[in-house]
């Protein structure tokens, strides 16, 4: 005869979850991962090579979006900074507000800048920057000298550099004694590999207002076409998905995974 079964204890609480209790944790862990996304990181493609050889196409970066926002009373524990020369920023492109590029800062608002053949000049002092590419004259076509490019602003842009029509008609007013001088709440951002960026020699400042944050590591880089940017149609991105699942493991650029982004 089997044992008689003891009788629950009335006071055991009750664990099971109820439908309601589980659709609320449901919730709240989408509302936390919402803020988090929106306020604090986001993730973001380098779909360029304009910052070469620190960010590479097809990396994939986490982004802070809390050091260089303004300072709010209500969050006091959070570390907020000013933002510095050499920083590198994610941010709207300006005329473009739907367009998200990565630059590094080389100046911010007071300072004079001019190139001489692809050195930087900051208030009269030629800048050490080892990341960044320079002309040179071993006959790479890639790396030849190009007078608009490697000696702002001394060079007015010819037809077809580039340069937007707002910027060509802004730019001769903020220049003084051959340097370009940046304005309160302005900052002047270039990509490391100067040879091709697009950067504000070609469209301007960037104001204060258009910066969300700055990239701080690597989380995943996948070998990437270097005009996969521009296939945007829906069989291109299927296509280019496909292309991911079957070579994740052999194009993963595994070396840079958690890769510091500086």
């Not at 941010?91 to 050195?119: C, M």
């Not at 960044?132 to 004259?137: I, K, L, M």
């Not at 299927?238 to 650029?253: D, K, V």
Request: hydrophobic share 40%; proline share 9%.
């Amino acid at each position: 005869m089997a044992g008689k079964q003891p009788a629950q204890d009335p006071r055991t609480p009750h664990t099971e979850e109820t439908p309601f209790e589980f659709f609320a944790s449901i919730c709240s862990v989408l509302v936390v991962g919402l803020f988090v996304i929106t306020f604090i990181f986001q993730n973001f493609e380098i779909p360029s090579s304009s910052m070469e050889k620190t960010l590479l196409i097809g990396d994939h970066v986490l982004v802070d979006r809390v050091t260089f926002a303004p300072p709010t009373r209500w969050a006091p524990f959070i570390h907020y900074r000013n933002i510095r020369r050499g920083d590198i920023i994610v941010f709207y492109k300006p005329g473009e507000p739907k367009l998200f590029l990565v630059k590094r800062v080389v100046a911010i608002p007071g300072d004079h800048l001019h190139l001489e053949h692809g050195i930087v000049y900051l208030n009269g002092q030629a800048q050490n920057m080892p990341f960044a590419t320079v002309p040179s004259d071993d006959g790479d076509p890639n790396d030849a000298y190009y007078p608009y490019r490697d000696d702002f602003p001394a060079v007015a842009p010819p037809e077809g550099a580039g340069v937007t029509a707002t910027w060509q008609v802004d730019l001769p007013s903020h220049i003084q004694n051959g340097d370009l001088v940046i304005p309160p709440d302005d900052y002047f951002a270039m990509g490391d590999n100067r040879m091709v960026s697009l950067d504000s020699r070609y469209w301007g400042f960037v104001p204060r207002a258009n910066i969300i944050g700055r990239p701080l590591f690597v989380y995943w880089s996948f070998v990437t076409p270097e005009d996969q940017a521009d296939r945007t149609s829906i069989g291109d991105r299927i296509q280019f998905m496909g292309h991911i699942l079957l070579h994740f493991f052999g194009q993963t650029r595994w070396s840079r995974t958690l890769h510091r982004v500086q």
